[in-house]
């Protein structure tokens, strides 16, 4: 039997850190997870090279990394190779600014791995002082990104975006409440300790021994709270109807003086109050003038999808497929049939389009895409607009926004004047985020393998956005 083959569950920290002392005096190796992660050299080091991956611009984390990870430059040091405009070139910033195109376009998981080899994180652990602990602390950053991979657990977890600066924010927000600061055990799996959980850490592990502690605590009510009592339980109907609410410590109130003693303690009602909705939806941006639109062929239609049937759905399959094409990720067909349930025919014509798309945006002068972009207007009166832009590529004349349509409209021109709204929302948004103007809005239709396209007016998106109707 291996030490790790037990495990002690503790009801707190406290209680983890005495028994943690008590074990360690009797000459038994423990193993247990102590606080301070987010602060650990390793997790700050990771995080500015991150940071500095993301965004080469910015020379603060240039700084911690030069100053608290692997060059180790004195601080003095770091500030004036700043001053001087040399700072860029300590190793391994170089290395890590070549990988900033990527971080839009790898996951995050994909993306960190880089990021940690450019920036010589894995060996560098070796020469700290506590090289087992660190190599965890590390492996623990890798472990939430791949986490935050999930859309589900991630949102669940409070992480609502992609990409590094989305994850480096989360995890600054998360460090600020203190949040699950635990660092994990180094000896962790190896066998080296018996372990020391708290309950709520416990769940959903398993151990051949299992050691409950701090059952002999007595859950004591605290002053201020609230009880149910139930005198009767024989009657499950009446269960409910009899049940008692009693205040801890008992407040008996003087006979006579309860509906006074209700009565002042009663809260004023709140004054009527003019109501506004709290999110506009893009499409009720109206425009100001009719937008002049035109229909043009680029590549080849891609037919409906055999493999789904429900409309909404197979939106959805087209838009994530096209995503991965536009990036350029041919090759993951197969992935691809088993997350969207798109047939390989289907996948193929798509590709075929997505490159054809390509084609006619380089033709423009294209020299970067945004795929998915997250965008939010807040309103003086406080509504918020929201919306994720499909594509947008950028030019040096500006942005050209594009929005994927499932359908083959008998005529795009026509059929793209019932999207006008949402299109000039999005490109105000856009405009707003990216500082910069849109000088196209678009509309591919997937089905025809055609564009309608139509030039913002005069007056620029952002002028739309701001006469949106509530309610509208």
Known sequence: MRPADIAILCRSHAQIDAYAAALRALGVAVSREEAGWHAAPVTAAAHAALAYAADPADRHAAL?????????????????????????????LPALAALAEAAERLPLPRFLTAVIAAAGLE???????????????????????????EEETAEAA???????????????????????DRRPPPEAGAGLGVELVTWHAAKGREWPIVVVAGLDWEMGERPGSLRVDFPDLSDPAAILTGAVLRHYPAAPVPAGRREAFLEARRPEPLPEAPRTPWHQPPSATLSAAPLAWRAESYGPPVPWAAGVE?????????????????????????????????????????????????RWLRARGTTRLLTELPLQHRHPDGRETTGIADLV???????????????????????????????????AMVETALGTSVTLLGINWLGAGTLSLAEPACAGATAHLARATPGG
């Open 64 to 92: 911690c990394l030069a100053v608290l990870g692997p060059p180790a430059t004195p601080l003095e040091d770091a500030l004036k190779a700043e001053l001087d405009g040399r700072l860029a070139q300590v190793a391994p």
């Open 123 to 149: 060996d560098w652990t070796l020469g700290q002082p506590e090289p087992a602990a660190a190599r965890a602390d590390l492996a623990r950053l890798m472990a939430e990104a791949f986490a935050s991979a």
């Open 158 to 180: 409070g992480l609502h975006g992609m990409g590094a600066r989305a994850f480096l924010g989360w995890l600054a927000d998360r460090a600020s409440r203190g949040d699950d």
């Open 310 to 358: 429900d409309i909404s759905a197979r939106g959805t399959a087209l838009h994530l497929a096209a995503r991965v094409f536009l990036t350029e990720q041919r090759g993951r067909e197969g992935a691809l049939m088993d997350a969207t349930g798109l047939a390989e025919t289907d996948l193929a014509a798509l590709a075929d389009q997505m490159e054809a798309l390509l």
């Open 393 to 427: 590529a950028l030019g040096p004349d500006g942005a050209l926004l594009i929005d994927h349509k499932s359908p083959s409209p008998a005529d795009p021109a026509t059929a793209a004047t019932a999207h006008a709204g949402q299109l000039l929302a999005y490109a």
